[in-house]
């Protein structure tokens, strides 16, 4: 709806509000029919009364209905018609303008025409609701599939990176670490990434337990639901609270980490080619059999690994000790022949 | 001929190398020498081979002409070349020729590094005909009756691809060298090191532990050589584990896990 400044001043003020409603109402037609009536209309509201007013929009609404062009022509002509001496012309002229603008009055073909398509308008209007959900749905869809498209890619990066990986896994973490993996690959695919690399470090330097990996994911996945990038760091153990959780889950001195250089400190030791076992492999091995020593699994008497390590340290030094001098190789029968050798060797001094 | 006595002179040894006897090998070599045999000294690398020669060169009043031997190695490069010296081409004697023709020891350090066909050349030497040919000069040098060949190999390196030929290995009397028994160690380290009795001893019983690796991941155990070294710098006033990590630790491998074995078992003396 548009009306000019001067328009508004041009109306009584008591009858303003009756301006804009009727301007308003017949804008709702066609615009320009809207401006050309509030044009005209201050000069009716002063020179007519409300049977005219309503006479004159009336006709223009009917005239405008059938042809909208001729509706704003007629709107602008008609003021002037009322004015006429011959009361009869405004109406006339109303008629010939309809019959002009309409055709033919036995030309029902258009008038079905128009009234259809009056009725597919309206259908139209009703649908453009719905029209506007539909196309918010195609942007959240075309959104999604962008996220899918991001989450195909990694998954295709993981599924290159994975192969290698498993190589270098111990055999016996493969279990826990397949079961991890794939829990935060559902997740996201690019966190699982990080934590392939991660876990497989964790793993095989037995910095953490089984029940140690399955408490660090399931406490990255919480990290995850709630910020993918800061659970991607966790995975990548790039945060804080990541390396405060393993600290915390740390489980002293693992065996498996210090085995060899133990294995090598006792047979340099003893001279003999010791190995080392774990405490797991005692049931199938003899306890103090010549040629192994068994500890524990891992070492956690002290806070930390240095102090650890000397404490396997003092250990293998035992074994190797053990093995060396054959501590548990002496039998009873043996004693008559010890004591000989030693009256020997010492002679009166044993007694 | 003046530049030629200076040179000899540089060979000649003025004092006494210290040497331990760890066996009868001062006398064999000097019953080797008395009959005009070459000799081969076999030991792993650092148990003292060169520091015998050497010593044995003083005993026996000779000059010593000792080649390191390489892969690269020519025979050229041990008997001699023509060489050009101003506008003139002129024969210079390789370290061979040189001893050969003063009558001296020419001991050939690590032979087997050298090429089949380089060793080859020795070979007239080492037999009763006791020449060497120089084939580029068209001469043949007469070796003098107290001229010596030695050669040293290590053992413990022979390959497929490194090995003395058969027909090399029995043209000379073999002397078996290795490290010290601990006692004589401990005497070694003490006269070449400065170090008491106690440190000595307490650096032989590292490396007997060591040298129970040899079969473990060290291709060699840890050398007399370099127990001395580790003396040397303890005297120098470097704190002992750290002079043992830099001597015995790292120098003999490579393998993380064995140096902290090894700096494990430093520690346990010092």
New interface residues.
Partial sequence: MYVGRDMLAAVPEERRDDYLRLVEEISDLKYQLGVEVARQLPRMFTEHDDAAIDRYLGQVRAIAVIGWKSGVEVAKQLPDLYHAPDPSIADAYVEIVTDATMGAPDDEETLAFTSELTELERQLREIEPKQQRAQEIKSLLAARDRRDERRRKHAQELAAALPPILARLRPRHREVYLREVRLVAAADPEAALEAANTMLDLLNGERVSHDGAAEWTRRGLDVLEKNREVGRGYFRIGSKFSLEVLEELREGLALRQVA???K??A?????R?VAVRGIDEMSSVDRFGPDHIILPDDMRFFEDDDRNFTAY?VAA?HGAARIEFGTYRFQLTDVPDAIEQLMERYGSKLA | MAVETQRMEDFRLEAEPYYLPLGNEVELFEAAYKARLPVMLKGPTGCGKTRFVEYMSWKLERILVTVGCHEDLTASDLVGKYTLRGDETVWQDGPLTTAVKAGGIAYLDEVVEARKDTTVVIHPLTDDRRILPLEKKGEVVRAPEDFMLVISYNPGYQSVLKDLKHSTKQRFVALDFDYPEPEAEATILMSESGIDKETATKLVKIAEKVRNLRTHGLEEGVSTRLLVYAGQLMEGGVEPITACEATICKPITDDLEMQRSILELVATQF
């Fill in positions: 060899r250089v133990l090598l400190y047979t340099a030791l003893s001279g080619d340290k030094a």
